[in-house]
Nanobody
Framework: QVQLVESGGGLVQPGGSLNLSCSVS????????IGWFRQTPGKERRAVSC????????YYADSVKGRFTISRDNAKTTVFLQMNDLKLEDTATYYC?????????????????????WGQGTQVTVSS
């Protein structure tokens, strides 16, 4: 059974930091690109960041470049999103997702990941 479980969300003041984790089971992550998306009520889910299966290529939305860093651990079972200098507009539910279909690498690095599996989401609230 495939499971993606996000954690690490919470309430933080502007300028603060959070480190989100996406723990994946039931998949061989060697073959999957993994991305982070975020969504606010009434809005579309949008890509935030992505890392290719080998970890050699990444994508960041313009709004988070220079503030967020995506990484994956050596065993490739967990993907992290380090979020620094958080802003009010970063408030959202954050989801991780995997993509193993043909063309996943290109979709990942262009912010167009097509998810095979989704996590349940973790809430990030930036508020003073």
């Amino acid at each position: 059974q495939v499971q993606l479980v996000e954690s690490g969300g919470g309430l933080v003041q502007p300028g603060g930091s959070l480190n989100l984790s996406c723990s994946v089971s039931g998949l061989d992550l060697d073959y999957y690109a993994i991305g982070w998306f975020r969504q606010t009520p009434g809005k579309e889910r949008r890509a935030v960041s992505c890392i290719t299966s080998a970890g050699g290529n990444t994508y960041y939305a313009d709004s988070v470049k220079g503030r967020f860093t995506i990484s994956r651990d050596n065993a490739k079972t967990t993907v992290f999103l380090q979020m620094n200098d958080l802003k009010l507009e970063d408030t959202a539910t954050y989801y991780c997702a995997t993509d193993a279909s043909i063309g996943a690498k290109l979709r990942c690095v262009t912010g167009a990941l097509e998810a095979d599996y989704w996590g349940q989401g973790t809430q990030v609230t930036v508020s003073s």
